[in-house]
């Protein structure tokens, strides 16, 4: 069995220059982007400003279903680091697990073939770039992050909400939010946040990265954003370490 995360080599210091002057780059984009969305730049953002949420509420159901049955072998799911190195720090044991669909825009056809369902609503969803069930075991803290980029609109879609659903909550910047079943959230995640489930439940949403509407400028813009990150280690290293784990967990 490959074990993907013992094989991981120290990242060399031009690399991790380079990375680091990356984020600097896109952290300097935001103000950019901000000045050429066509929608809110606020830290939450109303669902009323895409159309296809309700779409994606009325698929709900059948979402869940899928899910579920992805549950019923848990240990097939990857952790979110074993995938993404880059999420070691806020991602560990198996406290987060994380099923792809699409990982900036590279659509992970195994996965969307065992939950078709899903596979069709996110198809249908314009200018998807990634989408994957996050999963949250009980007692477990998300520490405080940022995202890379405001190139996108992060939406959670509740699929499985403790019982005792204040316990489990999201603050996106100064705003603390809680998730209903069935029901779509969206914020930026540019702006600081973190997640924290203080119950013995699981939470699960259906993640997805969407693009933000822009104006021509920025349409222009945002899509230069997207093909140096789809370029960078960022998102090659989990695509490779993802084709390596559904190799050696087969559905």
């Known amino acids: 069995m ?9 990242v060399p210091l031009l690399q991790r220059l380079i990375k680091k002057g990356g984020k600097h780059f896109l952290r300097w984009a935001g103000g950019f982007q901000a000045r050429h969305s066509l929608v809110s730049t606020t830290p939450v953002i109303a669902n009323t400003e895409f159309s296809w949420v309700t779409k994606l509420e ?21 952790a979110f680091h074993q995938l993404s190195p880059d999420q070691k720090r806020i991602s560990r044991g198996d406290n987060w697990k994380t099923y792809a669909f699409y990982v900036y825009g590279q659509r992970v056809d195994d996965n969307c073939a065992l939950c078709p369902r899903t596979a069709a609503v996110l198809d249908s969803l314009p200018g998807m770039k990634t989408a994957m069930f996050s999963i949250l075991a009980p007692h477990y803290h998300i520490p405080p992050h940022k995202g890379p980029t405001r190139a996108v609109i992060r939406a959670h879609l509740a699929l499985k909400v403790p019982t005792d659903w204040q316990k489990v909550w999201i603050r996106v910047d100064d705003k603390i939010l809680n998730w209903k079943e069935g029901e779509v ?11 924290r489930n203080d119950t013995d439940e699981t939470r699960a949403v259906l993640f997805i990265d969407i693009d933000r509407p822009m104006d021509g400028i920025g349409t222009l813009f945002n899509r230069l954003i997207i093909r ?22 087969p559905h």
Request: aromatic fraction near 8%.
């Open 2 to 10: 490959i074990d993907i995360t013992a094989t991981a080599r120290p």
């Open 228 to 249: 140096l990150i789809q370029a960078s280690s960022y998102v090659k290293q989990p695509l490779k370490n993802l084709t390596a784990w559904n190799r050696e967990h």
């Open 185 to 195: 959230m969206l914020f930026d995640d540019t702006y600081e946040h973190e997640v």
């Open 58 to 78: 009325q698929a709900y159901t059948d979402i869940r279903i899928e899910l579920d049955s992805l549950l019923e072998h848990p240990e097939d799911i990857p």
